[in-house]
Structure formats: C-alpha cells, structure tokens
C-alpha cells in the first residue's frame, strides 16, 4: 500500500448504528486529519492530529469521534447519526501541519 | 476573516481550447497557496504550492501563478482527461489550517 488509505469505502447506516472510519498513512508523515465534503461545498476541516495529539476540533458534535493511536492511524467512531451527515469523508497526512497535506480516496457514508 | 472564492464554478471548454481558473483569497499573512484537482468520487490529489507573489509553476498543461490577491489556473490545450473538479486552497502563516474554496468544475470536451 501506498500514500493514504481509507476503510471502508462506501457505508450505509442507520442513525442508531455505531461505525468506524479507518484511514492509514504509508507517508512517515506526523500530522493527520478529517475533513468533511458535501456537496457544493468547501471541504470542512474537522479533527487535527499532530504526533498523535489532537490539535483541533472545529467545533463538530461529539456524535463524530476522533481516536489517533499512533502516527499512521487515524479513526473516526460515528454513533447516532443524522441524515445531514452523509458526505464524503477525507482523511490527509503531511509532514507537519504547515506543509503540503496529501489526502486518501474517501469514504462516501450515507445516512438513512 | 481568511476566505477563499473561485471562479467560475463550473468550466466547459473544448479540447484544445485554452482558459483559466481563478481563486480570489484573503488572508493574514500567507504561507502558501494550493491547488488540488480532484476526480468524481475521490480525494484531491495534490498540484502545486505557491508561496509569494510572482511565483509560477508548471506540470504539463497546467501553470499556477500567483499574485498578493489571487492565484491562476491556466489550462494550456486541454485534453479530456484533464476534467476534473480544481480546489485551491489557503494556508495562513498563524493558522496551520487549510481554508478551501468551492472549487471550479471543469470539463473537457473532444
């Protein structure tokens, strides 16, 4: 595997489910992140890691839950949903959070 | 407030048909500027990053400059396979965080 990885690909879930977003860096890189993209907008910054560490949290509910075990993982624990949150889910990695952020191919979650 | 705005929002142009993409931005102090191109379906994928005014760069059709105000996406004798969706992205000197525009849909035509 190469460059950014992210599990699964596509979901589907009801709003009472609990599910996971996998993402996986091959970059060496230290900072990791999630963004939100729905349609016709910009992508929404949402969670910040450097070096495992949160950095920020742009104000996102807590119904998304961000977990960073080390420097190449990167989760994001959905629970009771809304269907407003369906969107394609962007995980990125760079070096440090000032440089070049190389993103994964998303996951597209829909939420029924 | 930093804020970025591209125009125009959707882009049809035929093949071989030269243009340009816009991204207006405001910002405290720059550290760089970004272009991402991103096909249906999956995440951007990195272009170029452009730190200071005059600065240009090149990958094959495609040249960004920038000014203090805005930067261009020029499109040299385009091809079909160069549609896409081009993000641009802001990145402040006191602020890690990149602010995105909305992006400038383009398609291509043979």
């Known amino acids: 595997e190469t460059g950014v990885t992210q599990t699964p690909r596509h979901l589907v879930m009801g709003m009472t489910n609990k599910k996971s977003l996998k993402c996986e860096q091959h970059l060496g890189h230290n900072a990791m992140y999630w963004y939100k993209q729905s349609a016709k907008k910009p992508l929404e910054l949402m969670f910040v890691y450097n070096f495992k560490e949160q950095t920020e949290n742009n104000s996102v509910p807590s119904r998304f839950s961000p977990e960073c075990p080390n420097s190449s993982h990167l989760f994001l624990h959905l629970h009771t949903l809304q269907p407003e949150d369906s969107a394609l889910y962007l995980c990125?990695?760079?070096?440090?959070?000032?440089?070049?952020?190389?993103f994964g191919p998303g996951t597209r979650l829909t939420v029924l | 407030e930093d804020q970025v705005t591209q125009s125009p929002e959707a882009l049809r142009l035929q093949e071989g048909e030269s243009s340009s993409l816009n991204c207006s931005y405001t910002v405290s102090g720059l550290r760089g500027l970004f272009w991402y191109r991103q096909d249906p379906g999956k995440g951007p994928e990195f272009l170029f990053t452009l730190y200071s005014a005059g600065e240009e760069k090149e990958k094959e059709r495609l040249k960004a400059t920038l000014t203090k105000k805005e930067s261009f996406l020029h499109i040299t004798a385009p091809k079909p396979e160069d549609s896409a969706t081009y993000l641009c992205a802001v990145q402040a000197i006191l602020r890690g965080k990149l602010i995105f525009g909305q992006g400038t849909e383009l398609s291509v035509k043979p």
């Open positions: 990125a990695s760079s070096q440090d959070p000032t440089d070049t952020q190389y």
